[in-house]
């Protein structure tokens, strides 16, 4: 597969902790959807601003029936950078070829809930189901590279890199087993991590029978002004840079608008893409690092976000991936 950004494939290993940065951190996220059996899996990997040898698990599984399995652990990786990926006990991503191929993997307890629970608060402590997953990703695209001058102003990391791809593999989830196929995306970033210093952001991806996807990413500083402004198209394995035009914004914690569209300026021609949700969970951006499942109100300038399986189409053809919106409470209808 082409790598037209020259990624070395040793970036998809976990890196040397700088004793030196402050709030460094290193974050991994995989995300796929089985639109035959209506399941989907998002997992999350990151260091702790508190001790970064110490990696926060998050892990979300979406259900047939818009119900939410999740799940939160926190525990060490390997001790020696560039191992084959990390991992802190209950969720572990494993590098079996960089840039190409990774084996995603869980065994861990989840709380059920809903968006609906979700928007209304934090989530708390109450029973528990077992949860237990591991699949296969195949790159379907060239590794997606942001770019040091387009990741110089962020707060949130300053190197950051995304792939779709196909994946296949196995979800068992309370007393429910599915084999599972799709598609997803994951991504990959490193640098100082601080969720204080934007106001809002939204990023949308989907991948279509075709082989065609697309991606887009948007940031906005805490003044609102666009900070950061990237999307890519891909078809028969070629990525191509484009611009995004209209992007999502969150109103509500409860995933609204459900029905959206991205507008997307491909070398002088219009894409349109219309998104519907399919099924959601909301988050909270504690500061500086750390993400709780559910929207605490307390501050105003707090950020939650909003994680959605998606429908997406795109001249006629249809697909699957996610809706992420991030936003200031204060900014919020309803809170």
């Known amino acids: 597969m082409d790598n037209p950004y020259d990624v070395d494939p040793v970036e998809d290993y976990t890196h040397a902790i700088p004793g030196d940065v402050e709030l460094w951190s290193e974050n991994y996220f995989f995300q796929c959807y089985d639109p035959r059996q209506e399941v989907g899996i998002w997992t999350h990997l990151g260091r702790t601003p508190h001790d970064p ?43 079996d070829d960089p840039l190409l191929t990774w084996t995603i993997a869980a065994d861990a307890m989840s709380r059920p809930t809903t968006l609906g629970s979700l928007a209304a608060g934090l989530l708390a402590d109450g029973e ?7 699949y296969r990703f195949e790159a ?11 990741m110089s102003g962020q707060s949130w990391a300053l ?6 791809g196909r994946i296949a593999g196995r979800l068992r989830a309370g007393e429910r087993t599915w084999q599972i196929t799709g598609t997803g995306m994951r991504d990959h970033s490193h640098g100082p991590r601080n969720f204080a210093h934007f106001r809002r952001g939204s990023w949308v991806h989907a ?16 003044d609102d002004n666009v900070a950061l402004n990237r999307a890519f198209i891909s078809e028969d394995g070629k990525l191509r840079e484009v611009t995004p035009i209209e992007m999502p914004t969150l109103e509500t914690p409860h995933s609204d608008p459900r029905s959206i569209s991205v507008r997307i300026d491909d070398g002088g021609r219009e894409a349109v893409i219309e998104v519907e949700v399919i099924n959601a969970k909301t988050m ?16 105003p300038r707090i950020k939650i976000i909003n994680e959605a399986i998606v429908r997406c189409r795109w001249d006629g053809e249809e697909g699957y991936g996610l ?6 409470v204060e900014d919020l209808s309803g809170s």
């Open 53 to 95: 040898t110490m990696w926060r698990a998050l892990i979300t599984v979406f259900l047939p029936d818009r119900s939410l399995l999740v799940s939160k652990t926190y525990g060490r990786g390997p001790a020696v950078p560039g191992e084959s990926g990390p991992s802190n006990g209950t969720l572990s991503f494993r590098c």
């Open 128 to 134: 528990v189901v077992p949860v237990e997953f591991e």
């Open 140 to 150: 379907m695209t060239p590794m997606w590279d942001l770019g040091a001058a387009d």
């Open 159 to 164: 190197t950051h890199y995304e792939q779709a």
């Open 207 to 222: 991948e279509f029978p075709s082989g065609r996807v697309f991606a887009a990413l948007r940031m906005w500083t805490n």
């Open 284 to 299: 909270t951006l504690a500061e500086p690092n750390e993400i709780l499942f559910g929207v605490d109100r307390i501050d």
């Open 323 to 328: 809706c992420e919106r991030s936003r200031r």
